[in-house]
């Protein structure tokens, strides 16, 4: 298939912003369906219990404050594309300040509704219907974490996403990112089985083209002020429903990544950059 | 631990191991608990004198606008809601009727009778003695030097009569239980020789100096009380939101002492599993992480119900065959030191 032949380039984008409405239209159809642990998104229920951890010992191994019973408590993450919240909700539970942001209204309304039944997490977590883009200008700077878990396969402008990224972070702050890799291997399992055959993954969710190779994303990372500390592959098996790690990042993987702090070395793109996503999201009809 | 029909016993001494177990009286147990409690009293509310008279379970996750939590009413009125209903109300369990599990469940035609027990004299009492009669066993336990507990499982009219006998006979009944050696027969017993002599060419260190039982003076007065038993065992142990503990989840024959400790097998394996789910940020109801509990606890506590069960029954006949069997079953296990450690261990853990 020449499918695999050729090296794909990110094709330059026009989009205003980094959402893709396509891929809206394809999440608002199942937006009912995300706390059905057993339902079409049982793989992103039980990735929890390898992305939780994930983020919790790394956050834990950077500072020194513990409060029992709530590692997390004091640190402010944002959860871009939180979908239902399946993310936001842990994350809540350990302590953590949530803000939630997905473009899909509908998946905003089913996150409300299902937190606002624990008390203790309606107050711990606010979602919002908005893409990363509208809220740059408000929260300069706000978060102490930013988690994209399974996120950065859907945008429609990688490199714009990064860069606001980078301008809602904290110097110093965390960025956790899962995707999967472009790979014949992401093809035939990512697409073929997961999608077509074993019914793993809603078909039509993922699309080839959009996935990123860990390298391109490092790429981008380290282009805009992030130094890549942690890549760790990560293995689906459908048998046991399990997630786990591994050496090999040809299909999912994870990525942790720290941005430099304010007296790191100053980015000749950040001045032009800023004022360009200032104008983009005056005149961006966002896409949801 | 020895048979009434024939000379074989089966002897687990101290010097082979570490503390082989303990003996508490459940006062004493209630009495630590309550301290427990009371110095966690900041995240833990006890609800003394209270009852669950209704439960209300969540509908399926994806279709509900009402609350996705168990609801509790209580008896005074007062509803609670939860994440988690922890069921450790004992073999007829409400929580699990009320949740619609199955339970497969037997009775035994026994009843087991209890009683706080004196001794004759004072003794270095650290010895537990279960002797196993056609009816049924009967066992000693140590509390001190100078009183034992007593668990005589038997017949139900056999049960009653020891409940409504004077004092003196039920001491007698007690006494005469684990001397008497009516159930011998000849044959059985020449077969008992015959093998321990072959046991004792292959190894001659053989089987252990025998003790004697201690004899009963008296019964503590208010003591006697009595309880049919019966086997049973919850089809599932958990379900979303919900967590069956205890007699609650399992029921098993008072013979081999692990009723309790099944129990406590069972809340350090949920509290591990929960904490660890915590930890994760998880809904405490989530069924991912109780079923891992659920499967950790069956494949242990299924084993041991099933082979107390085909123990009871074997016990449970003067037959010469199976007595046979089960003479030289103990006598065997008796002589043989790692069979014997690995059944010790199994019993304690």
């Known amino acids: ?288 | 631990v020895w048979d009434a029909c024939s000379e074989a016993m089966i002897v687990f001494e101290k010097d082979d191991l570490d503390d082989m177990g303990y003996i508490v009286e459940n006062d004493v147990i209630m009495s630590a608990l309550t301290k427990q409690l009371d110095a966690v009293a900041d995240r833990v509310e006890v609800f003394y004198r209270s009852r669950a008279v209704r439960y209300t379970w969540p509908l399926p996750s994806h279709s509900c606008d009402t609350s996705p939590w168990v609801q509790v009413e209580l008896a005074d009125g007062r509803r609670l809601q939860t994440k988690l209903l922890i069921g450790a109300d004992g073999h007829n369990s409400v929580v699990r009727k009320e949740a619609e599990i199955k339970n497969v469940e037997h009775q035994y035609d026994q009843s087991a009778v209890v009683a706080t027990l004196h001794l004759s004299e004072a003794t270095d009492n650290n010895v537990a003695w279960q002797r196993f009669l056609p009816t049924g066993p009967i066992a000693l336990l140590p509390l001190s030097d100078t009183a034992s507990s007593l668990v005589w499982s038997t017949s139900h009219d056999h049960a009653s009569e020891l409940l409504t006998m004077d004092e003196e006979s039920f001491v007698d009944s007690i006494n005469s239980a684990f001397w008497s050696n009516i159930n011998h027969s000849d044959f059985i017993d020449s077969a008992g020789a015959m093998f321990r002599s072959a046991i004792s060419l292959l190894k001659p260190s053989g089987t252990a100096v025998r003790q004697l039982p201690p004899s009963i003076a008296k019964v503590d007065p208010e003591s006697r009380a009595m309880f049919p038993l019966g086997m049973g065992h919850a089809t599932e142990y958990v379900q979303h939101r919900v967590a069956l503990i205890g007699d609650a989840a399992h029921r098993v024959h008072p013979l081999a002492g692990q009723g309790v400790n099944l129990g406590f097998g069972d809340v350090a394996c949920l509290a591990h599993h929960l904490s660890a789910a915590a930890f994760n940020g998880s809904d405490l109801g989530s069924l991912r992480h109780l079923l891992k509990f659920e499967t950790e606890r069956q494949r242990h506590n299924v084993s041991l119900i099933a082979a107390t069960d085909v123990l009871k029954r074997l016990y449970s006949t003067t037959l010469a065959p199976l007595v046979l069997l089960r003479t030289w079953g103990l006598q065997a296990t008796n002589a043989l030191p790692p069979v014997k450690v690995r059944n010790l261990l199994q019993g304690c853990r």
């Open chain 1, 1 to 288: 298939l020449s499918l695999f032949r050729f090296t794909v380039k990110r094709p330059f984008s026009t989009s205003h912003s980094s959402v893709d409405s396509k891929e809206v239209k394809k999440f608002q159809l199942l937006a009912h369906k995300w706390w059905d642990e057993e339902g079409e998104y049982a793989a992103l229920h039980s990735m929890n219990d390898i992305r939780v951890p994930f983020i919790r010992d790394t956050l834990l191994s950077m500072s020194s404050n513990y409060h029992l019973g709530n590692p997390l408590s004091g640190i402010k993450i944002l959860d871009v594309g939180c979908g239902g919240g399946l993310l936001s909700e842990p994350l809540g539970r350990l302590g953590a300040s949530v803000t939630g942001i997905d473009p899909v209204e509908d998946n905003i309304r089913t996150a409300d509704r299902h937190k606002s039944f624990d008390p203790v997490l309606d107050k711990r977590i606010q979602y919002k219907s908005s893409s990363l883009e509208e809220i740059v200008e408000e929260s300069m700077e706000t978060f102490d974490v930013i988690v994209a878990s399974e996120v950065v396969e859907h945008v429609a402008d990688l490199e714009m996403f990064i860069k606001c990224c980078s301008q809602v972070l904290k110097p110093e702050g965390s960025l956790f990112i899962t995707t999967i890799n472009k790979t014949q291997l992401s093809y035939v399992l990512g697409i073929v089985v997961a999608e077509k055959i074993m019914g793993i993954v809603p078909e039509g969710t993922h699309e080839w083209e959009k996935f990123v190779p860990p390298e391109e994303l490092e790429r981008i990372l380290e282009s805009n002020g992030f130094s890549v500390k942690t890549v760790n592959g990560m293995l689906y098996n459908p048998l046991s429903g399990s997630w786990g790690w591994m050496e090999s990042t040809s299909l999912n993987y994870a990525v942790h990544a720290v941005k430099s702090g304010a007296w790191g070395q100053s980015h000749p793109t950040d001045a032009p950059s800023e004022t360009d996503i200032q104008q983009r999201s005056a005149t961006a009809g966002t896409a949801s």
